[in-house]
């Protein structure tokens, strides 16, 4: 199928992916977007964030001027309304996970620990992270590739009436040797 200038209006959300970034080699969306990587269904939709720095010299006068881009930051912003501890593990560089299996014999449940804190704890893992948007009718997939890490912290509220919704910000990395921070796609079949 070629591809045209389309007039499609993008409706909806989507489900975002993580899985650890090992290498140099960022993975094609297909590969991240398989059922194992869900972070955890989302609410509130995500974010993708795009915001260069500019600085401009001028003369006095105003009669010559340039303009130059001196920094880029990219961040992936979502609600995660479905997640246990291993999500809080990969929200957080300094979280760490114990499970212990259910003794039926012992009558002692299965059991998953979290502790957070501690710098000297920071694990360094970056995630490779995509969110894939798909439209009603299937015939348009787009997805959002980044590489980082949640850098915002996150709270956890537990209210009476609401779904506890755990916000994360992630904040992106280069992926390449050209600098690319964002990866967009946009897959369309027949």
């Not at 006095?60 to 995660?80: M, N, P, R, W, Y």
């Not at 709270?155 to 779904?163: L, R, S």
């Amino acid at each position: 199928m070629a591809l045209t200038k389309r007039k499609d209006i993008t409706l909806g959300s989507g489900k975002l992916y993580m899985q650890e970034y090992t290498d140099t080699t960022i993975p094609e969306p297909e590969a991240i977007c398989v059922d194992d990587n869900i972070l955890g269904y989302i609410s509130g939709g995500a974010t993708v964030s795009y915001k260069p720095t500019f600085y401009t010299a001028k003369d006095d006068l105003g009669l010559v001027s340039k303009t130059l881009i001196t920094a880029e930051e990219a961040t992936l912003k979502s609600g995660i309304m479905t997640w246990d501890g291993n999500t809080l593990a990969k929200l957080s560089a300094t979280a760490r996970v114990t499970e212990t299996d259910a003794d039926t014999s012992a009558s002692k449940p299965a059991k998953r620990s979290v502790k957070i804190g501690g710098v000297a704890n920071d694990n360094g893992k970056k995630y490779v992270l995509a969110f894939c948007h798909v439209d009603k009718d299937g015939k348009r997939k787009l997805y959002v590739r980044m590489v980082g890490k949640n850098q915002s912290g996150f709270e956890i509220a537990f209210a009476k009436d609401k779904e506890t919704v755990i916000d994360a910000e992630f904040s992106c990395d280069p992926m390449d040797t050209d600098g690319t921070l964002i990866y967009y796609d946009e897959v369309y079949t027949a």
